[in-house]
């Protein structure tokens, strides 16, 4: 089975600031990596996936995710913070080839002038 | 091309009663899957169709079922609910099934009284 961790529940910041979500996963065998945004009322958007290839992926939004497969982490990357950033962000895994996300429980960024 | 759609958007039962939620998938995609998102549990998989066919399914009680019509839209229904169900339950949509490609629609949030 695989599991996320994501140890902040929640991430203050001001804006303009650079900021990390981090990400944590366990699973015995190869994963797909995500990081998803959700806004207050709405559903889930996709903001980037590691399939395979160069372990730094770039998303929308200016974000970015490191994949690091010795330390088992996928940990969320903006340079430079707007309120609009303002949500909460999801990491979820699933086994390749699956059809199943397996989510964290969610880190809830705040960004303030 | 639209996207995911659930309806309705909101919802109030009272214990004891069933409901069923709609989920119609971006044109083309046959694959549904269903998640759950409260509080306390955060994102759960129920269950994932594939041509009217479970392929998958989550770890929640035989109250929960769901099913997929010839035109890929999918229901979920929920007998005999229990108070925490309240939730906000979430529908994705994937042209194959594959976890990497899944779109979100908006969710239906779920208050059982």
């Known amino acids: 089975a695989q599991s996320v961790t994501q140890l902040d529940s929640q991430v203050p910041v001001f804006e303009e600031a650079p900021v990390e979500l981090r990400c944590n996963y366990s699973s015995s065998v190869s994963v797909y990596l995500f990081w998803y945004v959700q806004y207050p009322n709405q559903g889930l958007q996709l903001l980037l996936k590691?399939?395979?290839?160069?372990?730094l992926v770039k998303g929308i939004n200016g974000f970015e995710a490191e994949f690091n497969k010795s330390q088992t982490s996928f940990h969320l990357r903006k340079p430079s913070v707007h309120i609009s950033d303002t949500a909460e962000y999801f990491c979820?895994?699933?086994?390749?080839?699956?059809?199943?996300?397996?989510f964290g429980t969610g880190t809830q960024l705040k960004v303030e002038l | 091309k639209a996207g995911v759609t659930q309806t309705p958007r909101y919802l109030i039962k009272t214990r004891g009663q069933q409901v069923t939620l709609s989920c119609s998938p971006i044109?083309?995609?046959?694959?549904v899957s269903w998640y759950q998102q409260t509080p306390g549990q955060g994102l759960q998989f129920l269950f994932e169709y594939f041509s009217e066919t479970q392929r998958n399914k989550g770890n929640f009680p035989g109250r929960f079922s769901g099913r997929q019509f010839s035109n890929s839209r999918s229901e979920m229904n929920v007998s005999t609910l229990e108070l925490g169900d309240s939730a906000l339950y979430l529908c994705?949509?994937?042209?194959?099934?594959?976890?990497?490609?899944?779109?979100f629609g908006p969710g239906t949030r779920l208050t059982v009284t």
């Open positions: 979820a895994v699933s086994v390749i080839g699956g059809n199943k996300l397996t």
């Open positions: 590691y399939l395979s290839g160069s372990t």
């Open positions: 044109s083309g995609h046959r694959s």
């Open positions: 994705a949509s994937s042209v194959a099934g594959q976890s990497y490609e899944q779109y």
